[in-house]
């Protein structure tokens, strides 16, 4: 089963940007990269998926680089509300692997 | 708003009692999937219905139970609860298998004392 690492934690402050990076090393070659956004007893949230090079969408970009080894979520000028757990995950499959995510605190 | 809704939102059992707990998905979405997800954990996969047939299974043992039924709703059943099942449970839907955007609901947080 594809395993992703990704930081425990990231703090940031209103405004900047934060890129949130991480590891698969055993992506397969059906793998998309998928990441979640959850808040506090809420569901998890699509943020966006990619198998290669970058997505850009309305809240976040996603680059992946050729190896497709890795990928970075960039979440432009964040603000207080994306304060939250971000999840990266493989998605090939009938079920989605949730790791432990990484929590990003948003201070002013 | 994801269009899919649970029931209760909170729940309290007592140990060996069972559960049932309860998702609404989206109209057209015919694949669900639950998962059980622990204080400071990640979710965890329980299982995935598609069509009314359970599609796949996760870690969980036999009374953890299914239904998905033609109307797009769905339970899951849990017998002779353990204090361990006390955790946030979802369910997420999507258009098909592949889970390219799965919705989730809000959960069901479940407490067995």
Request: charged share 15%.
């Amino acid at each position: 089963l594809a395993k992703t690492t990704q930081p425990i934690s990231m703090d940031s402050y209103e405004g900047q940007e934060v890129n949130i990076t991480c590891s698969h090393n055993n992506i397969a070659t059906n793998d998309y990269i998928t990441w979640y956004q959850q808040f506090p007893s809420q569901g998890p949230r699509f943020i966006i998926q990619g198998y290669k090079t970058k997505v850009t969408n309305e809240v976040a970009s996603l680059f992946i680089p050729a190896d497709r080894k890795s990928s970075t979520l960039s979440l432009p000028r964040v603000s207080l509300s994306d304060t939250a757990v971000y999840y990266c995950l493989m998605d090939s499959s009938y079920k989605l692997i949730f790791g432990s995510g990484t929590r990003l605190l948003v201070r002013p | 708003e994801t269009g899919v809704t649970q029931s209760p939102t909170h729940l309290i059992k007592t140990r060996g009692q069972q559960v049932t707990l309860r998702c609404s998905s989206q109209s057209g979405h015919n694949t669900v999937s639950w998962y059980q997800q622990a204080l400071g954990q990640g979710p965890q996969f329980i299982f995935q219905y598609y069509r009314e047939e359970e599609n796949g299974r996760g870690n969980f043992p036999p009374r953890f139970s299914g239904l998905q039924f033609p109307n797009y709703s769905s339970e899951l059943n849990v017998n002779a609860l353990e204090l361990d099942d006390s955790a946030l449970y979802l369910c997420a839907s999507s258009y098909d298998i592949a889970n390219t955007e799965a919705f989730f609901g809000q959960g069901t947080r479940l407490t067995v004392v």
